[in-house]
Nanobody, 128 residues
Framework: QVQVAESGGGEVQAGNSMKLSCTTTGRTISSYGVGWFRQVYGQAREFIGVAPWSVGDTVYGENMKGRATISRDNADDLVRHKFYLQMNNLKAEDTAVYYC?????????????????WGQGTQVTVSS
């Protein structure tokens, strides 16, 4: 069973940076990796980016392109991984719940339906 947990949210002033963490335990053999999404209350989840477990490209969505960077630790660990979402120059409209998710597909997915295991989310509030 794959487990996913986000951490690192909170309140930050506009223009500043924040780094979120995602810890995953377990993985599906031949699956691609881990994605980040965000959701504003009452709206659909938005794709931020997806990164591979070890080999492959990191793909970013348009909403935070150039301001978000996904990185990872423990690429050689087959059980436990840690991924990060570094967000810079934050704006009030970046206020949302941020989610980390694991896919079982073997390509870099970009839609919510293509991810199978989700964390509980962490709130990020950007104050102006």
């Amino acid at each position: 069973q794959v487990q996913v947990a986000e951490s690192g949210g909170g309140e930050v002033q506009a223009g500043n940076s924040m780094k979120l963490s995602c810890t995953t335990t377990g993985r599906t053999i031949s699956s691609y990796g881990v994605g980040w999404f965000r959701q504003v209350y009452g709206q659909a989840r938005e794709f931020i980016g997806v990164a591979p477990w070890s080999v492959g490209d990191t793909v970013y969505g348009e909403n935070m392109k150039g301001r978000a960077t996904i990185s990872r630790d423990n690429a050689d660990d087959l059980v436990r991984h840690k991924f990060y979402l570094q967000m810079n120059n934050l704006k009030a409209e970046d206020t949302a719940v941020y989610y980390c998710a694991v896919t079982t597909h073997n390509y870099p997915p970009t839609t919510e339906d293509e991810f199978d295991f989700w964390g509980q989310g962490t709130q990020v509030t950007v104050s102006s």
